[in-house]
């Protein structure tokens, strides 16, 4: 076909034809052959446990079952059971609760602090970085840190808010549904406002400064600079980081885990922490794996959004 498609080009014209279409050939039997193993270890890696996963919270597989190999196909029992039951429809809301608060609070802070390091002044980066050294810890210690300063005996929060005269007597912060879930988004924010900052500021370091002059000198306030020039220009970045701070927010697991265990009465439980008591603790295999499946596909579904913005950008 190529070569009647170059029937006006003499016989050599063919030759160059056939020679180039051989080599992209074998570069592209080059490019799958690299892939190819990152390909199979993704596969294996992921793709196996997720369709596992799948499959499992399609039967009834409980410690009993399991042992016995009598496990059944059930369809979407346990999913129907999960949205029936009481605990898991506020695991669930807790789960929102603590991602959007988190949100709210690490964006705006930490946008805040992306156009005040956006500025040039005397110890500028010094502080920056001792800003960064929460999101440089693993979650683990934050989580054992976020613990003993809330403690309610010997933590230091009640310590400075009782000098301070604002609390009479130590508040038991763990122990209460309210503020259990205050202290837990009050850590996580320790450790997400850095992470905003630090992908906001390279948004803000991408806008040129002559925008900023030309507003200026066309009598431009600070708030119309803003509104007008940053935020616009920040569209993207400002999208990414709320796309994968809700990512990296709604399927928490470690800082509830260490710091509360999901207590106290399932007040800070979220589908990470709820999946894993239903397999590990109470072996309900199929309904922590359904669990499980609820938040993958939440987070799907987020995925997908954001690859549509995406695209809406690109065009």
Partial sequence: MLCAAVSVLPWKGCEIVRARSTIAAKRRREGYTFILPGFAYMLIILGYPLIYNIILSFKNVNVKTFASGTSVFVGFQNYIELFQNETFRLVLKNTFVFT????????????????????????????????????????????????????????VINDLLMKLHLINAPVEWLLGGGTAMAAVIAVNCWVGIPFNMLLLTSGLTGISQELYESASVDGATWGQRFRYITLPLMKPAIMSVLMLGFIYTFKAFDLMFIMTSGGPLNATDVLGTYSYTLSFKQYEFSRGSATAMVLFCCLFVIGLFYLRLISKEEE
Avoid at 116 to 124: E, I
Avoid at 143 to 150: I, P, R, S, V
Wanted: aromatic share 18%; net charge positive.
């Fill in 100 to 155: 959007i608060f988190c949100l709210l609070f690490q964006f705006t802070i930490g946008f805040i602090f992306a156009l005040f390091f956006s500025q040039k002044f005397t110890l500028a980066g010094p502080i920056r970085g001792m800003v960064l050294v929460g999101y440089m810890m693993p979650m683990s210690v934050t989580a054992l840190l976020g613990k003993n300063m809330f403690d309610v005996s010997s933590g």
